[in-house]
């Protein structure tokens, strides 16, 4: 079965830091490229980061550049997002997703609150 | 910069009625477009990629239409299970989404 598993959500201060983790079973996942899609409660989705199947190119939102910083290790089918200076902004639920275009995987997501 | 629109927001149609949900690309998209499906407390659903092709395991009650600016998500004969908020997204460009159409059930 093809699944995304995300983890490391939670509550974290302004200012604070935070990692993702999205695990990766059942299909060849060095070969997708992937997303991190986030969605504020009762909103819209938006995509955040993307990365290439072999990790060597990324892109991020204009949002996030600088504080957001993308990575995969392909030998443990996992994609990674490191959230550095937080804001109450980035409060959502963060989702991985497989494609290069459009997205075929979702994983269940992880909520992150950023509040004082 | 495009600007993806859905009307309507919300949308109240009776089981086994027809739903028509449509999408706006501010400029051409071609057919870079594709649908998902939420429903409540899970995660998005890839229903329609290609403006009319199902992805794998989509009912046939769903189907999709249009080109360049103009879509349409079809639902044949709406079941209860089809509440959800439907989302297009075109991929033309950077990934897009648009702020979604509500469906209930009558």
């Known amino acids: 079965e093809v699944q995304l598993v995300e983890s490391g959500g939670g509550l974290v201060q302004p200012g604070g830091s935070l990692r993702l983790s999205c695990a990766a079973s059942?299909?060849?996942?060095?070969?997708?490229?992937m997303y991190w899609v986030r969605q504020v409660p009762g909103q819209g989705l938006m995509w955040i980061s993307r990365?290439?199947?072999?990790?060597?190119?990324?892109a991020y939102a204009d949002s996030v550049k600088g504080r957001f910083t993308i990575s995969r290790d392909n030998a443990k089918n996992t994609l990674y997002l490191q959230m550095n200076s937080l804001k109450v902004d980035d409060s959502a639920v963060y989702y991985c997703a497989r494609g290069l275009r459009f997205f075929d995987c979702w994983g269940q997501g992880t909520q992150v609150t950023v509040s004082s | 910069e495009i600007v993806m629109t859905q009307s309507p927001a919300t949308l109240s149609v009776s089981p086994g009625e027809r739903a028509t949900l449509s999408c706006r690309a501010s400029?051409?998209?071609?057919?870079?477009l594709a649908w998902y499906q939420q429903k409540p407390g899970q995660a998005p659903r890839l229903l329609i990629y290609g403006a009319s092709t199902r992805a794998t395991g989509v009912p046939v009650r769903f189907s999709g239409s249009g080109s360049g600016t103009e879509f349409t998500l079809t639902i044949s004969s709406l079941q209860s299970e089809d509440l959800a908020v439907y989302y297009c997204q075109q991929y033309n460009n950077w990934p897009l989404f648009g702020p979604g159409t509500k469906v209930y059930i009558k």
């Open positions: 990365m290439n199947s072999d990790g060597d190119s990324t």
């Open positions: 059942g299909f060849s996942f060095s070969t997708y490229w």
């Open positions: 400029q051409s998209v071609s057919r870079n």
